[in-house]
């Protein structure tokens, strides 16, 4: 598995954006080592099934404003801020004062962490969720509570109200959730919120929700100011490499934690902001990636299961699923078959995590695991 991890770092190491080879060749310089643009070619048989990233994106107006602005990248271009902002802003029904731009929601997720971290308690954190960013909390000495999931592998709302105390500064809700797929019902999530909020800053990851139909809960945040939307390019747009994602909260939340940024919004870089306004225009390339990554899922699991692997219902572009009735080495037959794919998250019962590629792709993952 080295092997394929170091071509996977090289790759994303490299990647432009996720530009196509072709309007990369368009406009790279002499200065470019060919080696480097080779190396997209020496990847080719290579299948990411790892990082829950969108295999058709960028969008197509996407990759056209990229291709079209790289010659203003030399200048700052100070008005795209506003831009995207206000774009965001209307996408969201929500105002301009309420967005705060991040280079990915990972960065928004660390100013979250630095603002709460200013004074000293506890965190509540559903377990497994999404923690890789909750480094910065423990860091600040924060003390974790992880909250077991259901036995369908769902957030308990109720477990985790309870573990609610006065010196809880942070309850952080992945929905849908990240490995399990699992979402909320949004009544409930509504009703929680509600309860936290008025003492806690409540922050929902809303990373995976645009593979779903249900609503963001971002209407909601003038009713309960210490809620926070964290948001992103990264996934069903197809941006992951690019860098952009956003929170979404009251005026003084957002004031709050862009006093916690060294450059206001400016940690995105011009390219990643019109290929972002773009992509908010391309309903077409969404709604299709939605239909593809909804069938070629429901393949994936129908697929699993006649391989004795236990599924969880997914609203999202990954499956969780067991290995522990799977009767082969599971991540050997990855490797030789030059899949990456995820690792595992509970030991007890096996549970590991893999992305749904396109369908072709998970046609080969089923074939190499079979």
């Known amino acids: 598995m ?17 530009i196509g080879f072709t309007n990369f060749n368009s406009f790279a310089s002499p200065l470019v080592s060919e080696n480097l643009i080779n190396s997209f070619e020496n990847d080719a048989n290579l299948i990411f099934l790892r990082s829950n990233e969108n295999p058709y994106g960028p969008s197509p107006l996407a990759r056209k404003a990229f291709a079209d602005n790289v010659n203003i990248s030399n200048r700052y271009n100070w008005d795209i801020e506003a831009q995207i902002i206000s774009a965001i802003a209307l996408k969201n029904s929500v105002k301009d004062e309420n967005i705060l731009l991040g280079a990915g929601s990972t960065e928004i997720l660390d100013l979250v962490a630095k603002f709460v971290s200013l004074d000293k308690g506890n965190y509540v ?5 999404y923690e890789y960013w909750t480094v910065t909390l423990d860091n600040f000495s924060l003390t974790k509570n992880k909250v077991p999931l259901t036995a369908d592998k769902k957030i308990n709302l109720k477990a985790m109200l309870e573990a609610v105390n006065q010196n809880t ?3 952080y809700i992945c929905n849908p959730n990240n490995p399990t ?14 309860k936290i909020s008025q003492n806690t800053i409540v922050l929902i990851d809303e990373a995976y929700l645009e593979f779903t139909k249900q609503q963001s809960l971002s209407n909601i945040i003038n009713d309960h100011k210490n809620i926070i939307i964290a948001k992103t390019f990264s996934k069903i747009y197809g941006l992951a490499g690019a860098r952009i994602g956003y929170a979404i909260a009251s005026k003084t939340i957002i004031d709050n934690l862009a006093n916690l940024q060294s450059n206001t919004n ?14 908010l225009k391309d309903d077409k390339f969404i709604s299709s990636c939605y ?6 899922r429901q ?12 599924c969880i219902s997914s609203n999202t572009n990954f499956i969780y699923f067991s ?4 009767n082969k080495d599971y991540f050997k037959q990855l490797e030789d078959n030059n899949i990456e794919g995820g690792r595992i998250y509970e030991e007890q019962g096996k549970w590991t995590r893999i992305t749904v590629g396109k369908m072709d792709e998970m046609k080969k993952f089923i074939k190499a695991i079979q």
């Open 2 to 18: 080295e092997t394929n991890r170091r071509l996977w770092l090289k790759k994303i190491g490299i990647g432009v954006a996720g």
């Open 125 to 129: 954190i559903a377990d497994p969720s």
């Open 169 to 171: 500064k942070l309850v």
């Open 181 to 194: 797929g699992t979402i909320c019902e949004r009544e409930a999530l509504v009703e929680f919120v509600t």
């Open 266 to 279: 400016n940690s995105v870089s011009v390219l990643s902001k019109l290929a972002a306004i773009a992509s």
């Open 291 to 296: 239909s593809l990554n909804e069938n070629a």
């Open 299 to 310: 393949y994936t699991i129908s697929e699993l299961q006649k391989l004795n692997c236990e």
């Open 323 to 326: 290995l522990a009735k799977y």
